[in-house]
């Protein structure tokens, strides 16, 4: 199993509100440049209209240590909150279990611009998002209302 070696969470004092998390197969947190399956990490950012921001960063250990279906289980685990996850390819096994857990799998070519995709995202978002976006948002506000639901309950204390 390919074991989480290091995360980092951004935290605000005053969150601003996010319509999604997106994540993004990144060796230096500029461009799209791996391969879901064998991605060292993910930059993980909450995104609005206005504003995209790093929420959390997941480095994986060793490739070596992690062989065909192991090694999927902890990524997926790590993007439970995305809505989408960008990357250079993905392996139909992963992109069936990435579905069921409600993340888009996303395919870009070349070494995509982080800021870039961001930005594209953000403009479709203000426009009016595409099917798959559309439905992620959904699921979404519907995490997010069960989530304050159940803050409301007293399960937060």
């Not at 790590?78 to 069921?100: K, M, N, T």
């Not at 857990?101 to 998002?129: H, M």
Request: hydrophobic content about 40%.
């Amino acid at each position: 199993m390919t074991p989480l070696e290091r995360q980092l969470k951004v935290i605000e004092s005053v969150p601003e509100p996010e319509i999604l998390r997106v994540a993004f197969a990144t060796t230096d947190r500029e461009y799209v440049n791996q391969h879901f399956g064998s991605a060292r990490a993910f930059v993980i950012y909450g995104v609005n209209e206005q504003r995209a921001r790093v929420v959390s960063i997941c480095e994986f250990g060793d490739q070596t240590e992690g062989e065909g279906e192991e090694k999927l289980g902890p990524r997926i685990e790590q993007l439970r909150d995305c809505a989408a996850v960008y990357c250079r390819a993905c392996g139909a096994s992963a992109v069936r279990q990435l579905l069921l857990q409600g993340i888009q799998p996303v395919r870009v070519t070349g070494d995509a611009s982080i800021c870039d995709l961001l930005a594209e995202l953000q403009e479709e978002l203000r426009a009016g998002p595409s099917s798959w976006l559309a439905q992620a948002i959904a699921r979404q506000e519907a995490l997010t209302a069960r989530f304050d639901s159940m803050k409301n309950d007293g399960w937060d204390k």
